[in-house]
């Protein structure tokens, strides 16, 4: 007999055998149904702290707690049963030090049940990685544009233009996967660059806004889904427009609410027919 939880999960192996192989389908996913949705087409469903400023309405990621992290982490869990769940460390909660990503990364691990945890950065975090993965917690690196240093950085804007950035970027990617990252999001970068960066590392790179040559591609699901209005990076293609959808119905919904044409008689309990009249009662 089969049961969901007979199912086996993808695991951080699995995915970082793909280097070089069939590119590794991952999205984003911050609820139990949407993630119940999204998991029989996925390997990685990630739970991206994009959730801030997707679900949240926040302006960047900044604001992200790990409470938030945590919360969502499980209903993706929950709603998932056979793609490979990692979930981001938020802003504050690892860049202190190894210690501090160590005791924020195992919560994490042990409250959601996740497969491993994803932090930005690049050589000045390999320190880190490398404490994590020595003692049991795997680790998707993530380098490129590092949506959690925006202000550092000047805003959300495409990496890796001039030739010292470039540089630097190689020398991130190559440091987090000698720190042993299962694999690497390179997010915001230009394309040979993204090319050179999957060549130079033996971790699979899954990119967004990066190249079709990296090893894999991700994307925030709501903007996929045309759910997501705020700003629509230039790497987005949506493939549905729900947020089109939505309108339309909520503007359906009023107007019949309005016009008493719902709801209909198939929408209401019956019961016995000697309810008191609209006019029986003493007002
Ligand atoms: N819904 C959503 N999708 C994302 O991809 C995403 C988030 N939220 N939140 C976290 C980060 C932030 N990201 C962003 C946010 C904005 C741009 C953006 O506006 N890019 C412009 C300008 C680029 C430039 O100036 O070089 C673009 O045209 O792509 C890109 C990535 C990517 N991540
Ligand atoms: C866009 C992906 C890679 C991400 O980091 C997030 O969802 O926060």
Redesign the pocket.
């Known amino acids: 007999m089969s049961t969901p939880s007979d199912v086996r999960r993808a695991t951080v192996r699995t995915i970082a055998a793909r280097k070089g192989g069939d590119p590794v389908v991952c999205l984003t996913a911050y609820t139990a149904p949407m993630a119940g949705l999204l998991d029989p087409h996925v390997d990685l469903l990630l739970v ?3 959730l801030g ?2 679900v949240y309405g926040l302006p960047t ?1 900044l604001g992200v707690t790990v409470d938030m992290m945590i919360a969502h982490g499980q209903a993706v869990m929950r709603g998932s049963q056979r793609a490979c769940v990692i979930v981001d460390l938020p802003f504050g909660s690892y860049q202190e030090s190894p210690q501090q990503a160590f005791r924020t990364a195992a919560r994490v691990m042990a409250e959601t049940g996740c497969a491993g945890v994803k932090l930005e950065g690049g050589r000045e975090m390999a320190e880190t990685v490398a404490f994590l993965v020595g003692r049991g917690i795997p680790v998707l690196g993530h380098v490129g ?1 590092k ?1 959690q240093s925006v202000n550092a950085a000047g ?4 990496h890796g233009r001039d030739p010292a950035e470039a540089e630097a970027i190689v020398e991130d990617a190559r440091a987090v996967a000698a720190a042993g990252a299962f694999a690497l999001v390179l ?2 970068t230009v394309e040979p660059l993204a090319r050179t960066v999957t060549a130079a590392v033996p971790c699979p790179v899954i990119g ?2 990066a190249s079709p040559a990296c090893d894999g591609q991700v ?2 699901s ?2 996929l889904l045309g759910l ?1 209005g ?2 629509t ?4 293609k949506r493939y549905a427009e729900l947020g089109a959808q939505v309108s339309e119905a909520a503007a359906a919904y009023a107007a019949e609410v309005t016009a008493r044409r719902f709801p209909g008689p198939e929408h209401c309990f019956k019961g016995p027919a000697t309810a008191p009249s609209r006019d029986a009662g003493d007002d």
């Open positions: 991206g702290d994009s400023m997707v990621t544009l949506p805003g959300f804007r495409a997010e915001g967004i806004g994307l925030v709501d903007d997501f705020a700003f990076p230039r790497f987005v």
